[in-house]
């Protein structure tokens, strides 16, 4: 699968901010998406001033369809609104999360309607099972709420991974009259010192699996280009793509995998950059383009984000399946892209069922487990925490356990690639074999639940 140009995380990280609105939602400060060039010059006669443009996402469509970027855009939400009040179609370069976060509650967690939790006090109470108020190592993924914490300048979370002791996998190959499929995992790349090969056991898994490289402490540089932070304490979300490539390669041997970078090492994603890496993917010919498309992040939106949905619906157009995590809220608030149509939302359960901190509702399609899975990380990595007795907390030697919603979208996005192989048939005709096809066991608000 050929791939688009790498993205890296040298430049300097924009500014962001969050929004008062009910429904919280984050953004890129001075920042607007317009569609179409009149929707420019309306945003240009509010401030008074040209902006700069900069045309993002497909430069095949026509210029009023095309969605532009405007920088420097003083007081961008009063702006926005004021021009979505006329009728343009205008929106915030929002930022999305390696699992988005929300506090409101929609209704009774999945998780609380079964036995074994209501005779436990803490997971039946609805604010002690709040993954945000509960053991981050175990309940939040990430540790950080982003709606109490700035991701780029508050305390630098460091990663909920824990180290896992060395696994063997046996050599194993997944043979059926189909084709392997091709998977795109747009995430924080592939870890630098990766050793999937050796590993995962697939002597030839170095041909097939690639990515953008990934490190576990990135400087942080702040919006002058300026170096502030290196802490050598193992980013919050370095090493999620390698994670999921491991996923992906021991349930379903065999495809060909490339995780682009459009996630930091902090766990944000920008919309605007994730549009074009979409929209990139979408136009590449067809012996090259992708047939299942992974994204593990995700947040709340104005307006459901139309400019990120347009890119989505463009590849789904071209034939590229979209599998998305739910989020780790514990809440039923949509989160986007999950909650975009045709986007297969898959959220999380454990061993006794639900986990208490995946997102629900009837826009999750699917379920898979997400607690405590074992996969590939950094080969070496060996950060500042002290050993406790005779456990290094922070020292990895190619083996991690982890957590979250992050994780289940990838068991899906196998065994979708699993029933591709074995069941001869296209990414769609997978996914209603495995996802919509009727009679499979639900979770009320989860959807069906899938293991590869």
């Keep these: 699968m050929k791939n688009p140009e790498d993205a890296s995380d040298s430049t300097p990280r924009p500014p962001i901010a969050w929004s008062d609105s009910s429904v919280p939602y984050a953004y890129v400060q001075g920042r607007a998406l317009v569609r179409g060039e009149e929707a420019a010059r309306h945003l240009d006669r509010i ?3 040209e902006h700069e443009r900069r045309g993002i996402g497909d430069r095949e469509d026509a210029p009023e369809s095309q969605w532009m970027m405007l920088e420097g855009v003083e007081d961008s939400l009063a702006a926005i609104t004021l021009s979505r009040a006329d009728g343009f179609d205008v929106q915030p370069d929002h930022v999305f999360f390696a699992h988005g976060c929300d506090e409101c509650c929609g209704g009774p967690h999945p998780s609380w309607t079964y ?16 993954p945000y108020k509960a053991n981050p190592y175990k309940a939040n993924p990430y540790k950080s709420n982003p709606y109490k ?5 508050a305390n630098l979370q460091t990663s909920s991974a824990i180290p896992a002791s060395e696994g063997e996998f046996p050599p194993c190959e997944l043979r059926g009259p189909g084709t392997h499929p091709r998977i795109a995992v747009l995430d924080t790349g592939l ?19 690639s990515g953008d490289p990934d490190y576990p402490d990135n400087n942080l540089v702040d919006a002058a280009g300026v170096t502030w932070a290196t802490d050598n304490w193992l980013d919050p ?26 996630i930091s090492g902090l766990g944000d994603a920008v919309e605007s950059d994730v549009i074009q890496m979409v929209l990139d993917l979408a136009a590449l010919p067809d012996g090259d383009r992708p047939d299942i498309l992974s994204l593990s992040f995700g947040g709340t939106a104005l307006a459901q984000a139309p400019a990120l949905r ?23 608030e949509p989160q986007f892209p999950a909650a975009y149509d045709g986007v297969i939302a898959v959220g999380a359960v454990g061993p006794d069922g639900p ?11 699917a379920c898979a487990p997400g607690a405590d899975l074992v996969s590939s990380f950094f080969a070496r990595f060996d950060g500042p925490e ?30 979708l690639a699993r029933e591709m192989v074995l069941g001869s048939c296209n990414a769609k005709a997978a996914a209603d074999r495995v996802v919509y096809t009727p009679g499979a066991l639900r979770i009320r608000c989860l959807g069906t639940v899938v293991t590869a």
Excluded: M
């Design 47 to 49: 401030a008074g001033r």
């Design 115 to 130: 036995d074994a939790l209501w005779a436990d006090p803490y997971k039946a109470n609805p604010y002690k099972a709040n």
């Design 149 to 153: 914490s700035n991701p780029y300048k």
């Design 191 to 209: 870890a630098e010192g990766a050793q999937l090969p050796d590993l995962l056991g697939n002597a030839n898994a170095s041909s097939r699996i």
């Design 237 to 262: 979300v370095a090493g999620h793509g390698t994670f999921i490539a491991g996923i992906v390669e021991q349930l379903a041997p065999g495809c060909t995998v490339h995780v682009h970078h459009v």
């Design 310 to 332: 347009s890119a989505i619906a463009k590849a789904q157009l071209n034939g590229i399946l979209v599998v998305a995590s739910a989020g780790n809220s514990g809440v039923s």
């Design 355 to 365: 986990t208490p901190w995946t997102n629900y509702g009837e826009w999750v399609d």
């Design 386 to 415: 002290p050993r406790i007795n005779t456990v290094d907390p922070d020292r990895f030697e190619g083996w991690a356990v982890w957590s979250g919603t992050s994780f289940a979208a990838p068991v899906v996005v196998a065994a």
